[in-house]
């Protein structure tokens, strides 16, 4: 083989060898940015599912509803709890029956600049007085609450 021949492939396989480096290097970059930016959404999912259940949680647990007795069955009190920035939640408590409500929280990250999302929890709790006739709600079922999924 002659010197000529030879001389013209090793630039070829240079920039071909810089081209596939710089492929994966792109591939590889998108990838762990699509991962952080999905793991970032699954935070953001699971404190908004659990600032719901901990504002239906505080709800029952603080079951103050002078209105309740007089409300109409499938009547609605809406409730706004205090936002912890970057989470807001509101809180509806339906009456079923006499002494049977769903109580439904809502949460919500607020963040700027992050995605809006929401979730909501639902637990059906029962009343009853004790005997100095104060009312409380205690959850119906062992697992109490049900995530409720909007489309």
């Known amino acids: 083989m002659n010197a ?18 710089a492929v994966v290097a792109t591939a590889a970059l998108f ?8 793991t970032r959404a699954a935070i953001l999912d699971q404190q908004a599912t659990d600032y719901a259940e ?10 103050n509803c002078p209105d309740c007795d007089s409300l109409p069955v ?9 936002d912890d920035n970057p989470l807001e ?10 002494a049977i409500y ?3 929280a809502e949460g919500r990250v607020v963040a ?6 929401a979730r909501r929890i639902a637990i059906t709790v029962r009343t009853s007085r004790d ?11 062992p697992q109490s609450w049900t995530p409720i999924y909007t489309m």
């Open 112 to 117: 700027p600049g992050a995605t809006r999302l």
């Open 131 to 141: 005997s100095l006739g104060h009312v409380h709600a205690v959850p119906l079922f």
């Open 102 to 104: 769903l109580v439904v």
């Open 89 to 98: 939640s509101i809180v509806y408590t339906t009456k079923l029956d006499s």
């Open 74 to 82: 499938g009547g609605v009190i809406i409730e706004s709890n205090a």
């Open 54 to 63: 901990r504002s239906a949680r505080l709800t029952i647990a603080n079951w």
């Open 4 to 21: 000529g021949s030879r001389s013209g492939f090793a630039l070829p396989a240079a920039l071909a060898c810089v081209i596939l480096i």
């Open 31 to 38: 990838a762990s940015g699509q991962e952080a930016s999905a």
